[in-house]
């Protein structure tokens, strides 16, 4: 939280989403979000984006600098929200879809360096403006390595959220059990219970 800035901290209102501390590129997806009420976008005002800029894991992930939410963080964060979901558990994903993630990619590197202290990995970037993007993408593409069985959205097809299964047997089917998986079990009851009506 300590690397946001451009909002008071005090003035960065509670995250609205129903799920939260995925991580990085997902939390990033599960920006954009709808319900049986309707569809939100947190990314739609810098006020939005200094909301998830401070809940989420990117001030750990960047240790340089700052990230602020401003006009220009904001479009890099949409821009990079596209991206991903464009290839993101996409099997008819095209070229262009590839190349956009991949341009994400460009923005940045990890160089290794050996100093007195021993090895250290630096996080570099041409352009900071850009750096969002690529640490992004560079968590999608570690999850995908690591645990790309595990990446899932959500089982109730009205509801589009993305999340990283840590379930100890990986079969977990919903973004959250007290908002999709319990609107499921009360729907299998209340079918359960009309279907042995008389």
């Given amino acids: 939280m300590d690397r946001v800035a451009g909002a008071a901290l005090g003035a960065i209102a509670p ?18 979000w709808h319900d049986r009420y309707g569809r939100y976008d947190l ?3 810098t006020a939005g984006l200094a909301c998830w800029l401070s809940g989420s894991r990117v001030a750990a992930a960047y240790a340089g600098g700052e990230l602020r939410a401003d006009r220009t963080t904001l479009a890099a ?10 290839v993101a558990g996409r099997v008819d994903a095209g070229p262009g879809a590839f190349d956009a993630f991949n341009r994400l990619l460009d ?28 640490l992004v993408a560079a968590d999608y593409l ?11 959205s959500c089982a109730n097809p009205t509801c589009g959220l993305r999340f990283h299964d840590v379930s100890r047997n990986g079969t977990r089917r919903w973004c959250t059990s007290t908002g999709c998986g319990n609107r499921a079990k009360a729907a299998r009851h209340y079918a359960r219970r009309t279907a042995s009506a008389p």
């Fill in 15 to 32: 995250d609205p989403r129903p799920l939260t501390g995925e991580p990085l590129s997902l939390d990033l997806l599960n920006t954009l």
């Fill in 43 to 45: 990314l739609d005002s």
């Fill in 77 to 86: 964060a949409r821009a990079a929200r596209s991206a991903v979901a464009g």
């Fill in 107 to 134: 923005a940045g590197r990890i160089r290794r360096l050996l100093t007195a202290a021993g090895p250290v990995e630096r996080l570099e970037a041409a352009d900071p403006g850009r750096l969002l993007g690529y």
């Fill in 142 to 152: 570690r999850l995908l390595s690591t645990a790309g069985d595990r990446l899932r």
